[in-house]
């Protein structure tokens, strides 16, 4: 299985690795390695996109999915004869910029749900703008107000803290989960958790940056009714 390296190294924008698997799929192929620093797409957070570089070759990665059988995928366009092989040794490079804009939304959400009391019924993290779908009840939700709360614990810089837990610690404490419509992995090990000190403590596989001053001021652009109890509150960039 592929070691997920983008835990360990959350900032890395490359990486040598060693190719073990090269499988067709349909109009293209997937590769697997050892390690990777790749995200795969999950917990409504995309899969990263970027290059793999070897003898003054570069192939495209479009996407990085997970695979219960192989690891983590990383999907190509390029056709087989074209890839690296079996045992070779080469670089993965992010579209970093993509990436760390992932970051920055994802620990932005985690700053949205913590400010808004009510379960979290879905979300898309996303380059420019992201959404966090919430089953409110009777709360109303004011964007102004929003808006300036979530860029006051962005100014606060407070930094995040990563830890693994016994699933045990989820039967426990299940008011953890805050998500509803993504529960975390079972019979995996242990499950990660961010912590945003005095703000927020949750279960959650995605990327994360390591401070909420690495945040750009955020603004709540729009708040949608989608049904009788459930709001979507879109984020976006100042």
């Known amino acids: 299985m592929t070691q997920a390296y983008f835990y360990q190294a959350p900032y890395a924008k490359t990486v040598n690795a060693v190719v073990t698997a090269v499988v067709t799929s349909g109009t293209g192929c997937e590769i697997y390695f050892d390690r990777t620093i790749f995200y795969p797409m999950g917990g409504g957070q995309p899969g990263d996109v970027g290059a793999i570089r070897f003898n003054e070759q570069t ?3 479009t996407d990085t999915r997970k695979d219960p059988n192989f690891g983590i995928q990383h ?3 390029t056709p087989i004869e074209a890839l690296p092989e079996n045992g070779m040794t080469v670089s993965l490079e992010l579209d970093w910029t993509r990436r ?3 970051m920055q939304m994802h620990t932005a959400m985690h700053l949205m749900g913590a400010l ?4 979290v019924t879905g979300g898309q993290v996303g380059v420019d703008k992201s959404r966090l779908d919430f089953d409110v009840g009777d709360l109303q939700l004011d964007k102004g107000a929003l808006t300036e709360q979530l860029n006051e614990m962005i100014t606060s810089g407070t930094d995040l803290a990563f830890e693994w837990v016994a699933e045990a610690v989820l039967d426990a404490q299940p008011d953890l989960v805050r998500t509803m419509s993504v529960a975390p992995p079972r019979g995996a090990g242990d499950i990660r958790m961010v912590r945003i000190p005095g703000i927020d403590y949750q279960p959650c596989g995605g990327t994360h940056v390591r401070s909420l ?3 750009s001021p955020m603004i709540v652009s729009k708040i949608e009714n989608k049904g009788r109890q459930n709001r979507r509150v879109h984020l976006v960039f100042a």
């Open 116 to 119: 808004i009391d009510a379960p």
């Open 100 to 102: 760390y804009k992932h």
């Open 59 to 61: 192939v495209a990665i």
């Open 75 to 77: 999907i190509t366009a």
């Open 213 to 215: 001053s690495e945040i």
